[in-house]
């Protein structure tokens, strides 16, 4: 193979001031293309490299580099191939894994740092309204903290709850980009704190970032899916349905909202729960042997499995207490607790 065909991988080592990569962000080289996961690529290290690539001597070492008050030291080396690069423009598309992280985490380090960059953090109280529906919506919200209701209100004053986003989720969108009234509202369930871009410069930084459309057309399409199948489940005869598409929380919310009376069951595989309602009121829930609350726990986590409402069959016995979205409130943050939880490591051992 000759020299200038060979290719290098760089590493970020130190960064000063450097508006396009971290510490860690890598580059891969094979004259003459410079491939990597960001959109933008500095010409100052690539600049540097180049006469090294092609003097083709050293196998490994660094180089550093710079550009009036900013300064990085790269790493590299030589390899015997071209490898993938980490983000592929198709790959943000079609990835199935991507579109169950949160928002600013599916962009390249280089959007979401513009993102965060050009957005305002806006605090919101319990129970008040962030988008108000028949408007036009003047920013884009992604949630750094607590939980929204994205609620529909029908011609008979029925609220009808179509999902609760919580953290790492976003709304707004739908106006933004087609400038259209909102055609629901959002709503603050408890205290929160959103990151909120201003119209012009979500445009903007759609324009200067073409792999952002393609995030939101994805997410977009997911949503309208999962909505689109919600309303056939609600408007069938009878309420059942599949949990992939009606979350747990959002099911037991719907049957709050019209006041239903009667047991819902809930199936994954062989398991099977039982939750019993009283006029939309959660008073009973049962897993196996596990009762009250922890089984409302387990079955938050189920993000697959089937349901059915019974209306006439007759709620079990109580065994649950007080209102209905303070049950759920609770358990979700004690999910979130047992997460946060088991990420960390060990910081006791136990005594021998």
């Not at 290719?7 to 080289?29: I, M, R």
């Not at 009808?160 to 980009?177: A, N, Q, T, Y």
């Not at 489940?233 to 009667?262: C, I, K, N, W, Y």
């Not at 943050?333 to 490591?345: G, I, Q, T």
Request: hydrophobic share 45%.
């Amino acid at each position: 193979m000759d020299e200038a065909e060979k290719s290098w991988a760089l590493k970020a080592v130190e960064l000063h001031n450097c508006p396009f990569y971290t510490k860690g962000d890598s580059l891969q080289v094979q004259m003459p293309g410079v491939f990597g996961n960001q959109l933008q690529v500095c010409s100052m290290p690539v600049a540097t490299f180049i006469p090294v690539a092609m003097d083709g001597r050293k196998a490994e070492g660094q180089i550093e580099s710079g550009y009036k008050n900013c300064s990085c030291r790269w790493s590299f080396c030589r390899m015997s191939k071209l490898s993938k690069p980490a983000m592929q423009f198709e790959e943000v598309l079609t990835a199935e894994n991507q579109m169950a992280m949160p928002f600013l985490d599916q962009m390249p380090v280089t959007v979401a740092r513009a993102f965060r960059e050009r957005a305002s953090a806006m605090n919101y109280r319990a129970g008040d309204i962030i988008l108000q529906a028949n408007t036009t919506s003047s920013h884009f919200h992604v949630l750094l903290k607590g939980m929204v209701r994205i609620a529909s209100r029908g011609a008979d004053g029925r609220v009808l709850e179509l999902s609760v986003l919580r953290k790492g989720d976003c709304f707004g969108e739908m106006s933004i980009l087609t400038g259209a009234a909102t055609s629901n509202q959002v709503d603050a369930m408890e205290e929160c704190l959103t990151l909120a871009i201003s119209r012009d410069n979500f445009h903007k930084l759609v324009a200067e970032f073409p792999v952002l459309s393609i995030i939101l057309y994805r997410m977009l399409s997911k949503r309208i899916k999962a909505t689109n199948q919600k309303l056939a489940q609600l408007l069938s005869p009878g309420l059942s349905g599949d949990l992939r598409f009606f979350a747990f929380t959002d099911l037991v919310q719907t049957v709050m909202t019209a006041r239903m009376t009667g047991t819902l069951l809930v199936e994954q595989g062989p398991r099977r729960a039982r939750f019993g309602f009283r006029e939309g009121g959660l008073i009973h829930a049962s897993l196996g042997n596990v009762g009250g609350t922890l089984a409302v726990d387990e079955a938050l986590r189920w993000g697959a499995g089937s349901f059915r409402f019974n209306p006439d069959q007759v709620p079990p016995e109580a065994n649950l207490d007080g209102d209905t979205m303070a049950i759920l409130l609770e358990a979700l943050r004690r999910m979130d607790e047992s997460s946060v939880l088991e990420k960390m490591p060990d910081l006791f051992v136990p005594p021998v």
